[in-house]
């Protein structure tokens, strides 16, 4: 399923990856532009979401086990296009472990294994998890605001599990921001 990079650097690891990760509505597209306006870098969107918007609007239809693979490829696809643009950082909306999650959740357990595969490969230098602090906003697509807490939980023992690293993120969207650009930082120290 995944396609390798064609940008020209030595070393991958030259390149500081960072994901938004956590349940919906917790403000990972907001900080995602934030910090890529910030670092003036480009950030990778949610395929997922524009995928099912679409859907949505001319099918009246929330996903299905057959849109799985094709959001797997289609956000591969524009993770790929991004990295061959960018010189030191990459910021992600999401990426295929949130996809395996929620792809579990609402599935009692069954998750492609191709999306498995690739979405556990540890290719990320940090996951930033955000947590259910934020407002609750409505749309055609979120439909669980009830079971916030037990989502976090779920996509933090994804991260445990297979031993990723990550900071959590809390507080209103200043905090959030502040917070993530230190670690950002201290990350881009290191290179």
């Not at 890529?36 to 950030?43: F, I, R, V």
């Not at 395929?47 to 859907?55: E, N, T, W």
């Not at 990426?95 to 009692?108: C, D, G, H």
């Not at 556990?120 to 605001?145: G, H, M, Q």
Request: hydrophobic share 35%; aromatic share 12%.
């Amino acid at each position: 399923m995944e396609k390798k990079p064609k940008h020209t650097r030595n070393q991958p690891d030259e390149l500081t990856k960072v994901v938004l990760y956590g349940p919906e509505s917790t403000g990972k597209t907001t900080l995602a532009k934030q910090l890529a306006e910030h670092y003036k870098t480009l950030w990778v969107p949610e395929f997922m979401r524009d995928y099912l918007q679409k859907k949505w609007d001319f099918e009246k239809k929330l996903v299905e086990k057959e849109d799985l693979i094709p959001i797997a490829k289609g956000q591969l696809k524009l993770e790929m296009e991004a990295l061959q643009q960018v010189q030191n950082l990459l910021i992600y909306d999401t990426n295929l472990l949130e996809l395996k999650v929620y792809t579990e959740y609402y599935y009692n357990g069954f998750c492609p294994i191709e999306i498995k595969k690739e979405a556990t490969k540890n290719k990320f230098s940090i996951y930033l998890l955000t947590y259910v602090d934020t407002p609750w906003e409505a749309d055609d697509l979120r439909d669980r605001p009830e079971n916030r807490e037990e989502m976090f939980r779920i996509f933090e023992a994804e991260l445990k599990t297979h031993n990723f690293p990550y900071e959590v993120l809390k507080g209103n969207e200043k905090e959030r921001f502040e917070n993530a650009v230190k670690i950002i930082d201290e990350l881009l120290k290191k290179k």
